[in-house]
Structure formats: structure tokens, C-alpha cells
């Protein structure tokens, strides 16, 4: 069963942004609604200092609890497990909103809850989501994880790779390469 997932490589990440932008054009987003960001972090200690950048979104989550929070069933699992909301259902009682530990979400003007889509419109016709497709460091890869010969199983055999906060038990889709 095919399972939409994402890699994004931390060591080859800069922080230009593209993704931010070309998700912004291609979803046409309302000013000051984002689906990707940027973060930074630094480790280690002074003088021993790393940092790693990450382009990070929405985890379409196994266990996405903003699915089961939402009243009205407009946040649901598609095609591919990828989380959806319907714009149509949605109440913006930001229910979702609470229950993301990831803070994907945010609620766009027009008062419905709106976030990072894979891209489902361009995925599933065999294209890559907008942010994979604009990044100039191809720190970004797309596929099915069912799929032995998709790119992004074959970066997760072959790299030491990790998830934001697993701990939460949501089971995000979306792997950082380390
Ligand atoms: Fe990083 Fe690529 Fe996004 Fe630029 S476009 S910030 S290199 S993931
Ligand atoms: Fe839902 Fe947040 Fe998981 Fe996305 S990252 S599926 S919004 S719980
Ligand atoms: Fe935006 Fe599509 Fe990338 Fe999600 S997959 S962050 S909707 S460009």
C-alpha cells in the first residue's frame, strides 16, 4: 500500500528559503500563512559548535493526532496517508491546531485550518511536491515507502536518518538525513 513520505537532507540544507517560497506560489498561500519553515539549531560547546538547518512541514503522521482531535472530519487521512484538511468541513475551531505537536498548522484567513498538502495535487500524478522540485541543493526527496526503488527508501536504507519528537507517538513521515 503506498505510503507517501518525505527525506530531507540536513547536511546538504543552507537555509535559502526556496521551499518556503516556491510552496507559498504553487499553493497560492495567504500573506503570513506558511506550510514550510526554516529552523536552526546549534549543539555542542563553545568552541565545538554545529548547526543544522531543516526545512520542516506538516509529518502526515500514522497516528495524526490532529485527525482524531478534529470534531467535524474535515482533517482525514488520503490517498497515501497523507493528512488532508476539507476546507469545506472545517469550523476553525483549532482543535487540530492544539493536538499537532508539531505547530504545522495555522488558520487561514478566509476561517478554515490549512497546512502542508504533500502537495497531493502534483503527487499523485508522479510529480514532486513544489518545495522538493525547487531546491537547488536537492536536500529534498519525495516517494512511496512501500516502494524498495523510490528515492526516499533507498536514502533511508542508506543514511543514518532520525523523525522530530517520535516520542509523541504520532508517527511522523518525515525523515531528517543526518
Ligand atoms: Fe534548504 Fe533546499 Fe529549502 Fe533551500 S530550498 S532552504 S536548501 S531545503
Ligand atoms: Fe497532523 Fe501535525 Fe501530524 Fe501534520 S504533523 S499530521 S498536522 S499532527
Ligand atoms: Fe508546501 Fe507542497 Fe512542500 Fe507541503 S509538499 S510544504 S504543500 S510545497
Same mark, same amino acid.
Given at each position: 500500500m503506498t505510503r507517501y513520505a518525505m527525506t530531507m537532507d540536513t547536511r546538504r540544507c543552507v537555509g535559502c528559503n526556496a521551499c518556503v517560497y516556491a510552496?507559498?506560489? $504553487? *499553493?497560492?498561500?495567504?500573506?503570513?500563512? !506558511? %506550510?514550510?519553515?526554516?529552523?536552526?539549531?546549534? %549543539?555542542?560547546? !563553545?568552541?565545538?559548535?554545529?548547526s543544522e538547518i531543516r526545512s520542516e512541514r506538516c509529518n502526515?503522521?500514522? *497516528?495524526?493526532?490532529?485527525?482524531?482531535?478534529?470534531?467535524?472530519?474535515?482533517?482525514? !487521512? *488520503? $490517498?497515501?496517508?497523507?493528512?488532508?484538511?476539507?476546507?469545506?468541513?472545517?469550523?476553525?475551531?483549532?482543535a487540530c491546531i492544539a493536538a499537532c505537536p508539531y505547530d504545522a498548522r495555522y488558520v487561514h484567513p478566509d476561517g478554515f485550518v490549512d497546512k502542508c498538502t504533500f502537495c497531493l495535487h502534483r503527487s499523485s500524478k508522479g510529480l514532486d511536491p513544489a518545495c522538493v522540485s525547487i531546491c537547488p541543493t536537492e536536500s529534498l526527496a519525495f516517494g512511496d515507502l512501500s516502494d524498495k526503488r523510490s528515492v526516499v527508501r533507498r536514502l533511508l536504507d542508506a543514511r543514518n536518518h532520525k523523525t522530530l519528537r517520535p516520542e509523541t507517538g504520532a508517527g511522523p513521515n518525515v525523515y531528517f538525513l543526518t
Open positions: 510552496c507559498k506560489q $504553487e *499553493n497560492d498561500l495567504p500573506v503570513g500563512g !506558511f %506550510r514550510d519553515w526554516i529552523t536552526t539549531t546549534t %549543539r555542542g560547546v !563553545f568552541p565545538d559548535l554545529s502526515h503522521c500514522d *497516528n495524526a493526532p490532529c485527525v482524531y482531535a478534529c470534531p467535524t472530519g474535515a482533517s482525514h !487521512f *488520503n $490517498e497515501g496517508g497523507v493528512v488532508l484538511v476539507n476546507h469545506d468541513k472545517c469550523t476553525g475551531c483549532k
